[in-house]
């Protein structure tokens, strides 16, 4: 029942910036991960970051080195929303971003599991 939806991607020259927006409905965990992967024509699946919320109310945040730095990623307080601001994009971020969520925020890392995803958003970056 939880639905991920995710929103922001589009075109843009090296260097641009982009923020992704994503919303989980009908999620209503506490503590949990959410978090950002995304796949290249040809590659694998990989982690781009992810925050895991806890009970006792401390967060903890994670970057895949490639993107350490130029990404930022973000959730808001009031409700299951994240945010991944992009900035310095290079054309190796070109991918479809997905969004993904999930109850359990100890599982929360550059790799992880969720069980929820939405459907993605293209990133296009160009030379």
């Known amino acids: 029942q939880v639905q991920v939806a995710e929103s922001g991607g589009g075109s843009v020259q090296a260097g641009g910036s982009l923020r992704l927006s994503c919303a989980a409905s009908?999620?209503?965990?506490?503590?949990?991960?959410m978090g950002w992967f995304r796949q290249a024509p040809g590659k694998e699946r990989e982690g781009v970051a992810s925050?895991?919320?806890?009970?006792?109310?401390?967060?903890?945040?994670y970057y895949a080195n490639s993107v350490q730095g130029r990404f930022t990623i973000s959730r808001e307080s009031t409700n299951n929303t994240i945010y991944l601001q992009m900035n310095n994009l290079k054309p190796e971020d070109t991918a479809m971003y997905y969004c993904?969520?999930?109850?359990?925020?100890?599982?929360?890392?550059?790799?992880?599991?969720?069980?929820?995803w939405g459907r993605g958003t293209q990133v296009t970056v160009s030379a």
């Open positions: 993904a969520a999930d109850s359990n925020p100890w599982i929360c890392g550059v790799t992880w599991g969720p069980n929820s």
């Open positions: 009908q999620f209503t965990a506490r503590a949990n991960c």
């Open positions: 925050i895991g919320t806890f009970y006792e109310g401390n967060s903890a945040t």
